[in-house]
């Protein structure tokens, strides 16, 4: 019998892969499953990983996985609500910082065994970036 995983455990092992990717492009992680409660829709935000480039700048990192490809796949299920969420865990966790250093927001789409990297997915100006 083989034994499925749950969704949960395969976010995480996602983030796992996506992480070790990132690294091995010379990023380093700031923060991992960055989390506020509460938003502007009661429901807050959570950035998957927080990432410094080689240059300094700030990548806030969604991680997206499906199977396969089908519907999009993974890097079209980054919607305009998830990216509104994204943008607002952002500022907050930007505002805990004395100065704002240049960021973007950053897709890891891995769908099956493929991974795509796809910087500066969504545009950030909303915050100061």
């Excluded at 607002?88 to 897709?107: E, G, I, N, Q």
């Amino acid at each position: 019998m083989v034994k499925r995983l749950s969704t949960k455990a395969l976010g995480d092992d996602a983030e796992t892969r996506a992480l070790e990717f990132l690294c091995r492009q010379g990023m380093r992680l700031d923060a991992r499953n960055y989390r506020v409660a509460r938003g502007p829709h009661a429901r807050g935000g959570e950035i998957d990983l927080i990432m410094r480039a080689r240059d300094g700048t700030l990548v806030f990192v969604e991680v997206r996985t499906r199977k396969a490809d089908a519907h999009g796949g993974a890097a079209a299920s980054v919607a305009p609500t998830k990216q509104r969420r994204l943008i607002f865990a952002a500022s907050h966790y930007l505002s805990r910082l004395a100065t704002v250093p240049p960021c973007r927001f950053d897709v890891v789409a891995i769908d099956g065994d493929r991974i795509e990297w796809l910087p500066a997915a969504f545009d950030c100006s909303a915050i100061s970036c």
